[in-house]
């Protein structure tokens, strides 16, 4: 069964810094694109950083300069380290892979979450 579990959410002041990481598990990694979403209290999840399974990187507008989305296929893990963090980033983030593939269509798996709070 196919897994994303995301880890290095917590609290911490603006300004600070946090690294999120998402192991996959039971899928063809280096064949999916991987993502990261959030989703703020009364707000749409929404897109935060993508990464194509061919390097190619997204970021929302919100967070381009200061959010850098990698991957490492050896591991089977995808990281977004945030830096210079404001309270506006608090959300759950969530880890999301998507590939196309042959006969299968669009494949889609969602991790379970991890809470990054930021105080003022």
């Known amino acids: 069964q196919v897994q994303l579990v995301e880890s290095g959410g917590g609290l911490v002041q603006a300004g600070g810094s946090l690294r999120l990481s998402c192991a996959a598990s039971?899928?063809?990694?280096?064949?999916?694109?991987m993502g990261w979403y959030r989703q703020a209290p009364g707000k749409q999840r929404e897109l935060v950083a993508r990464i194509t399974s061919g390097g190619t990187t997204n970021y929302a507008d919100s967070v381009k300069g200061r959010f850098t989305i990698s991957r490492d296929n050896a591991k089977n893990t995808v990281y977004l380290q945030m830096n210079s963090l404001k309270p506006e980033d608090t959300a759950v983030y969530y880890c999301n892979a998507d590939a196309t593939v042959g006969g299968l269509g669009r494949l889609e798996h969602w991790g379970q979450g991890t809470l990054v709070t930021i105080s003022s």
């Open positions: 039971d899928i063809i990694f280096s064949a999916y694109n």
